[in-house]
Nanobody
């Protein structure tokens, strides 16, 4: 399984970004799709997940301003982030996991290479 993220970049505070994660096969029909992020000097942290049954989970710091979704016909997962804050600046990683819910990085089976999101104040 290969996962390739795209959609990151430089965004002003209050703006939005839509991240995409393209999978090499029907990954999100068999695994939960997960987004993590890692800021400089910090540990990688859970952001959001979507199960193969489309149950969704969000970290408290993005709840209410983010939406995770999948398009199984395109083997792609998305993360829409709105009302961005400078503290959202991080490398965002796409992942696939057999675990459900707010998974740990230790539960991840496959990782993407990451995409940088930088929020300017």
């Amino acid at each position: 399984v290969q996962l390739v993220e795209s959609g990151g970049g430089l965004v002003q505070a209050g703006g939005s970004v839509r991240l995409s994660c393209a999978a090499s096969e029907r990954t999100f029909a068999r695994y939960a799709g997960v987004w993590f992020r890692q800021a400089p000097g910090k540990e990688r942290e859970f952001v959001s997940a979507i199960s193969w049954r489309s149950f969704t989970y969000y970290a408290d710091f993005v709840k209410g301003r983010s939406t995770i979704s999948t398009d199984n016909a395109k083997n792609t997962m998305y993360l829409q982030l709105d009302s961005l804050k400078p503290e959202d600046t991080a490398v965002y990683y796409c992942a696939a996991s057999r675990a459900a819910g707010k998974v740990s990085p230790l539960d991840v089976s496959y990782w993407g290479q990451g995409t940088q999101v930088t929020v300017s104040s």
